[in-house]
Every structure is written in structure tokens, then in C-alpha cells.
């Protein structure tokens, strides 16, 4: 069998366990440690995929469960998949729906065969199970795609972890099986386990002996502080095959995704970038600016001085105050724009100081300079 996902380990850093590789996909290959867009319904939201790949976007991210609702998989298979669909050549990675059923339905019943639940649009009953999520990504024809698996909350029992755990494995097993298309897609287990570090062990030993070709730590980023998230990858990222990718989802801010690289991971997707640009607050290497705040009204610098980014090369403050204050839709594309170019050049510098075995300093002064307390 042909492995469609493939990932090549170029270094260690010396000064930190963080990995410097290139992920192989069918549709290109991509350095890590690599940030991910966030494209819930097929796009990211306001940017085109010419600015995408213009700031260096390799792999984007699509819901699953959102695809499945509007426009539905049957349409989207009928364009020739996803890439032909939203007009992106490069990688995309979908998730298995699992993280909306819980994270958008109050009302949810989880039971063995799978998970019944209500449409957030029209209130619907809806069932989503292993074959029935594989199914959607075989038809959606990302080339990365996700394991259906149980999301808990935090805090969860161990009680209830522990039988969590142990039915996500069984899930992953039948989307092993329901699978169509091994050659062309490669379909990732999610680790989970919560904060309890034997049942993360137990959750990652039944995923590495089904061999998949990459893997996610899931569970996190869920509420939890970011020292038990830390703590967590500390003994989880160890526990996964050193020449596979390490994903993390739903991360992160920048000082989650160094942390996340200095402890292994080697992907990371969130909707922080574009869903705070459109509410109009930026992140810059001096930390969040609020621009709508009266003290940008008469500032003509850039959003970012250190940012050579479309909108720092061309937009002040002020004006970009003014759009958002004016509810221009031009305001929060030039804000999404610099936020996600921000996080993709964020990783551009993780993978420097990798090559320069120079990590740990690199969070140093980025700390300081972004103002983050020294932990
Ligand atoms: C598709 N399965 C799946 N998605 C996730 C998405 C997440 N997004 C966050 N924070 C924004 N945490 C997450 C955890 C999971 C998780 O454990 N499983």
C-alpha cells in the first residue's frame, strides 16, 4: 500500500525536544513544525487561496461536520472534492465532526455505535458514527483526515475518561476498516486520555498498535490551564512513533504553539487568528493590540513595526481603526490577513531556531518581547 502522508525528520533540537521534518502529502510537501488555517466551511474566512499561499500556507483545515450539513459531501464530491471545490492545490486536513458534536449541541447521547445529536441550524436529529464520519472525508477527499473519537470535557473522572478512552479506541478501529481510500488519504488516531497520564499511555498504545500514519493529541485545549496542557504532552508526545507527525489540535496562541513544539508537536490548527481578527484585535510581536481602542485614532504606524505582512506594508493603525469601527468588511481582512501571516512567520522562526539549536532562547525573547510573564 502506497502511504499517502509521509513525514521525514530532518533534526532534533538540541537545546529542546522540538522536531524540525517535512510533511509529504499528496498534494505537496511542508516543513514542520507547521501552523494550520482554520477553513471551517471550506475557506478561510475572508482570505483568498492566493493569500493563503502567498504567506506560506502549506495545509488548511475543513469541518467535517459543517461540510456535511451545507453544502452536504455529495455535492462536494460531485465538484471533485475539496481541493477542486474551494480551488486549493495544496494540503488540507479535515477533522472527524467529533469536536462540533460536542463542542456545538447541548443535546448529545453517546452511545456505542456512535453519537445522536441535534443540527445547530434547524435543531435536526442527527447521527454521526466512525463509518459515517470516514465516509464524508472519503467523499470531502482531504488528504489528511481525522479519526472519530469522543472529545471529553475538562475536567473529566478518571471513571469516565477510562471508558471514554476505551470506546475512542474501538472507533478508531472501525475507521480503520471503513476506509476507502488508504492510498489517497491518511487517516490520523487522536490520542486522548485527559490530564491522567496512564490513561494516555493506555489510549496511545491502542492507536500505535494500529499503526496509523500519523497521529493527534486530542483533549486539549478544551479549558484547561496551560500548565496541564504542557504537562500532558510532556508524557504523550514521548509515547508516539518518532517518524510520524504529532498533531495538536486546536492550537494555539503563539506561546502555545512554541511550548507545543519545544514538547514535540509538529502541527497546529486554530480559529484564533481569524475569528479575533474579526472582532478586530491583532497579534503582533508586542503583544495583542485592540485596535479599536481611541488610542490608535491618530496612529499612523503600522499594526505591527516588526511585520512585512500586506497590511503592515500598506495600512495604519488609524485607518485600520477606522474600517473596523465602520464595520468594513475590508477592515477584518486586513486584520485575519496579518494575524495569519503572524502565526504561519511564527513557525518560519520556530523551524530557524531548530536548525540553530536555539529554541529555548528563541522562546526567551520572544516571551519578553511579546510580554508573556517568564513561567
Ligand atoms: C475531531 N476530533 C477532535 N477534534 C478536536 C478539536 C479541538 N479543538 C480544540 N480547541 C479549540 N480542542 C480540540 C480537541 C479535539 C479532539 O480531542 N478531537
Not at 61 to 78: F, K
Not at 248 to 277: E, H, K, Q, Y
Not at 332 to 356: D, G, P, W
Request: net charge negative; with cysteine.
Amino acid at each position: 500500500m502506497t502511504t499517502p502522508i509521509r513525514f521525514e525528520l530532518i533534526k532534533t533540537c538540541r537545546q529542546t525536544g522540538a522536531r524540525l521534518g517535512i510533511l509529504h502529502t499528496p498534494h505537496g510537501s511542508f516543513e514542520t513544525p507547521m501552523f494550520m488555517p482554520v477553513g471551517t466551511l471550506a475557506t478561510v474566512k475572508t482570505l483568498s487561496p492566493e493569500e493563503l499561499k502567498e504567506m506560506g500556507a502549506g495545509v488548511i483545515l475543513s469541518n467535517t461536520y459543517h461540510l456535511w450539513l451545507r453544502p452536504g459531501h455529495d455535492i462536494v464530491e460531485e465538484a471533485g472534492g475539496l481541493h477542486a471545490f474551494m480551488n486549493w492545490d495544496r494540503g488540507i486536513l479535515t477533522d472527524s465532526g467529533g469536536f462540533q458534536v460536542f463542542s456545538l449541541s447541548e443535546f448529545r447521547r453517546i452511545e456505542e455505535e456512535g453519537v445522536y445529536f441535534r443540527n445547530h441550524l434547524n435543531g435536526d436529529k442527527l447521527f454521526l458514527s466512525p463509518e459515517k464520519a470516514v465516509e464524508i472525508q472519503n467523499a470531502l477527499g482531504a488528504d489528511i483526515i481525522m479519526a472519530f473519537d469522543e472529545c471529553p470535557p475538562y475536567p473529566a473522572t478518571y471513571e469516565y475518561m477510562k471508558q471514554s478512552i476505551e470506546r475512542t479506541s474501538r472507533w478508531a478501529e472501525r475507521c480503520l476498516k471503513a476506509h476507502r481510500r488508504p492510498n489517497e488519504q491518511g487517516l490520523f488516531g487522536i490520542v486522548q486520555g485527559g490530564e491522567y497520564e496512564e490513561l494516555r499511555r493506555q489510549s496511545a498504545r491502542d492507536l500505535v498498535s494500529l499503526d496509523f500514519p500519523g497521529y493527534a493529541v486530542g483533549g486539549l485545549s478544551v479549558g484547561e490551564p496551560k500548565e496541564v496542557m504542557n504537562r500532558v504532552l510532556e508524557f504523550t508526545t514521548p509515547l508516539l512513533p518518532a517518524d510520524k507527525p504529532r498533531y495538536l489540535m486546536g492550537v494555539g496562541s503563539p506561546d502555545s504553539l512554541i511550548d507545543g513544539a519545544i514538547r514535540g508537536i509538529d502541527m497546529f490548527d486554530c480559529v484564533l487568528p481569524t475569528r479575533i481578527g474579526r472582532n478586530g484585535t491583532v497579534m503582533t510581536s508586542e503583544g495583542r493590540v485592540v485596535i479599536k481602542n481611541a488610542q490608535y485614532a491618530r496612529d499612523f504606524s503600522p499594526l505591527d513595526p516588526n511585520c512585512d505582512c500586506y497590511t503592515c506594508r500598506n495600512y495604519t493603525r488609524a485607518y485600520i481603526r477606522h474600517l473596523i469601527k465602520c464595520d468594513e468588511t475590508f477592515g477584518i481582512r486586513l486584520t485575519s490577513y496579518h494575524n495569519v501571516y503572524f502565526l504561519i512567520k511564527l513557525m518560519e522562526q520556530v523551524r530557524q531556531a531548530i536548525r540553530e539549536d536555539r529554541l529555548a532562547d528563541f522562546r526567551e525573547e520572544f516571551f519578553e518581547c511579546y510580554g508573556f510573564n517568564k513561567p
